[in-house]
């Protein structure tokens, strides 16, 4: 008899294609909404597999609800949406998608960084709501990104690809980071530097760490207050590392000069979140990974790791080890 697995999003078809000689596939059709709580639970019960998106809290009433399960399978690199332990507790493999979006990200990043230094959404609303009456010396003027001090906190995959873009942009480069990164280091001119002085000295604050309780709100009114009054926020990360409301009055108030965020605490973010109300903050939902080419090869990777160890048949990218695995 087949294995069952459950994919929570509908996938292109090439992906699922590949799938459907080995298992039993059960899938949530919708591509722009997130399977219901009660679908999910239901789902689970007789599911040998999950393939999900980082939308699905993998909690234990999941894990509770999911006698047969052995493999989650996460669209992401990132894994915070997933109680690890109590999945290992349970003997359960969970496995992610690193390296094939760490370029695409770091794209974003780099973007996100140019977009909010140079005021690119505020200008373009300028342009098209008619006030764009003449050009003028001071009009809409912004940070410069060359020769400026980057500091990137969380100097892991997708942290070094940023900073090899900020070396073509002649930036000086700072990190913060648990562990050194001496061969990165070298390669791209990086400085080590502890989590304060990234903080005090970099011009652009960019975090790329992974989520987890021990950095929630990294970032809250203190860290906002040793950072320089001109200096700019990028958080590609996840939302819970910033402290949302410290950020918004840190803005407000011009302790810092700008923010650009492609996360947030709560996913899809408030209409009415007091930081959409600033101009000098940019925000976008969550497109970090989002080329076409990347989300498939994603796609494709998080099938790979949930077919090959369902079936004991080649690489996985695993996130923990449980027994027997
Ligand atoms: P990675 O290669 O594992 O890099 C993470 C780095 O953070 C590692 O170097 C790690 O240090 C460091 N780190 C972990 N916890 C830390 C802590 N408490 N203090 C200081 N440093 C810490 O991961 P990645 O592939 O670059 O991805 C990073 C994160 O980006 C993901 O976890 C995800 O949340 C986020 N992300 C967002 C998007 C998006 O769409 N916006 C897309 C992709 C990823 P060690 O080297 O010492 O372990
Ligand atoms: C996206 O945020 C990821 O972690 O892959
Ligand atoms: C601006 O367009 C310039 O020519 O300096």
Known sequence: MKKKIYITRKLPSVVIEKLANDFDIYMWQEEEQAVPRDVLLEQVKTADGV??????TIDTEVLDAAPNLKVISNMAVGYNNIEVDEATKRGILVANTPGVLTETTADLTFALLMATARRLV???????????????PLQLTGMDIHGATIGIIGFGRIGQAVARRAKGFNMDILYYNRSRKIEAEEEMGATY?????????SD????????SPEVHHLISK??????KKTAVLINTARGGIVDEEALYQALKNKEIWAAGLDVFEKEPVDLDHPLLTLPNVVTL????SASIATRINMAQLAADNLRNALLQAGP?????????W
Do not use: Q
Request: include cysteine.
């Open 51 to 56: 393939l999900t998106m980082l939308t699905e």
């Open 122 to 136: 505020e200008a373009s609303g300028y342009l098209r709501e008619g006030k764009w009456e003449t050009w003028s």
């Open 193 to 201: 530097a502890d989590f304060e002085t990234v903080l005090k000295k």
């Open 204 to 211: 652009f604050v960019c975090l790329l760490l992974p989520y």
């Open 222 to 227: 203190n860290e906002l207050s040793l950072m």
């Open 285 to 288: 939902p969550h497109i970090g």
């Open 316 to 324: 996985v990218m695993k996130v923990n080890k449980p027994d027997g």
